[in-house]
Every structure is written in C-alpha cells, then in structure tokens.
C-alpha cells in the first residue's frame, strides 16, 4: 500500500490522541497483514471501530484494535474517570475516535486530491477477537505503542470495480 495514502491515518491517529487524551503514541512500520502474521503476531482486539470508505478510485476499511486495558486507559485519560470493563462507555469512545482518525485522514487526503465518503464506524466488542476483512486489493498493519499498551490500524483497500 502506497505510503502517501497511509501516512495521513498514522499522522491522524497521532492528533487525535494528543489532543483528546494527552495521550503520545509511537507508530511502528506499516507491514502487509500477511508479513505481519508471517513474524508470529497476531492482531487481537477486545474492541475494535470500523469504517468503510469509498471514493472514486479505491473502497476499503479501516479497523482500529485496543486491548481492553489500552481502551481503558484512553477512556480514563479523555474522561477523567477509572473504568474498569468495557461497556457502552467505552464503545461509545471507541467509535467515536474512529471516526475522528478516519476524518482527519479524510481531510489530509483530500489535500492531495484524494476524495472519498465514509460509513458511520461500526463497534465490534470481544475478548481476544481477530478482524477478517476482504478486499480484493492490499492490506496493511500499523502498530502504535503508548504508555498505556499496544493497538493497531489494519487497513484494506483496493481499486474500485
């Protein structure tokens, strides 16, 4: 996947946190889900936000994964309060820090005139859940690390038929 088209959600992320939990966050290098899982990781979420984006070059998906303690520990920083499990709180948090990354990266790629529209995130709740998405196209894997834990950005995106 091409870097030009990433960066914008890895600088998104890093606003986003910034700014609504004074929370840092380190991505590492962005790798294909394959090569991801070829080196022994495996993506697990316990809440994961989901947007689907269409434009008139390329459709996709854009999932972002936390642990229950990394979505905790954000919820706290953002919140102002301890919370101990994931509930409608932190689902609610989740999918609407979705949205904003995914926003904010909609806005860097329009300046590059990239346009597309994006669905309302979708919130998928588990514990140790894996996200199978299928695109016929490529898919990358972003990992962040923050002082409060790991979470990743997996995207899937491909050219529009």
Known sequence: MNIDFINPF??????????????QCNPEKAVSKQ????????IQGDVTG?????GDQFKGFVAISFTAPVALGIAERMLGEELETIDETITDLVGELTSMIAGGAKLRLSEQNCEFGMATPLVVVGDC???FLSVKGGSSVIPFST????????????PVN
């Open 35 to 42: 090569e991801f899982e070829d080196q022994g990781d495996v």
């Open 10 to 23: 890895i600088d998104a992320v890093s606003d986003v946190l910034i700014t609504m939990a004074v929370l």
């Open 147 to 158: 002082e409060v834990g790991d979470f990743f950005i997996e995207m899937y995106f491909g």
């Open 50 to 54: 989901i947007v689907g984006m269409v």
């Open 129 to 131: 859940h894996r996200i």
